[in-house]
């Protein structure tokens, strides 16, 4: 995991104030942590709903076709760590929990809107960024999905028509994969 997620300032202090008060830098040191623990992080594929993660939650994917990065009143916000937080929180609830994809999905949004607020980025203007995405990268082609794609949001969602577009493609790519490789005597 890139180390830059880190923040520089006062990585090890102690704070002034008590940890259970709403403090910018807590919740700022709890999202390195959160980033610290993914293991992988894969822009190589098509992700449905633009991102998600592995079967085994230790890979988060962000759609390929997504920018790294966008202006806002002309500072560039990196939108990578805000994703990651949000596939993380959103696999632990369903993972740990047993939540429902919906029920997980609302408290990582929460999660992941307050790390933007907290980063002094207007919410409105990420979430209009996000929203040009989602909706572009919805509409794509499906031609690289990731094969061990957890399709939990999907078929909580009964997205079956997209559920039947990632399988097939799925399929074919194991298909490939399988002719492809070398045969044992």
């Given at each position: ?31 390195d ?24 939650g ?27 937080v ?34 002094g980025?207007?919410?409105?203007a ?10 572009a990268?919805g509409?794509?082609?499906?031609t690289k999905v ?22 097939a ?8 994969v399988?002719?492809?490789a070398?045969?044992?005597?």
């Amino acid at each position: 995991m890139p180390l830059d997620f880190c923040h520089p300032e006062a990585p090890h202090h102690k704070l002034r104030l008590p940890e259970w008060y709403v403090s910018s830098l807590m919740l700022d040191r709890a999202l390195d942590a959160i980033v610290r623990r993914v293991k992988k992080l894969d822009r190589a594929h098509d992700i449905p709903y633009l991102a998600g993660y592995s079967q085994d939650g230790k890979t988060i994917y962000i759609d390929r076709h997504m920018p790294k990065s966008f202006t806002c009143k002309g500072r560039r916000i990196q939108t990578d760590r805000f994703l990651l937080v949000h596939e993380a929180v959103e696999k632990a609830l369903i993972q740990l929990l047993g939540l429902h994809y919906q029920h997980a999905h609302q408290i990582a949004l929460r999660a992941e809107q307050a790390a933007v607020r907290a980063e002094g980025i207007p919410w409105k203007a990420y979430d209009d960024f996000m929203q040009i995405y989602i909706k572009a990268i919805g509409d794509e082609r499906l031609t690289k999905v990731p094969a061990d794609l957890d399709d939990t949001p999907y078929r909580d969602e009964h997205d079956t028509a997209l559920l039947k577009r990632m399988r097939a493609h799925t399929e074919k790519a194991l298909k490939t994969v399988t002719r492809k490789a070398p045969k044992r005597s």
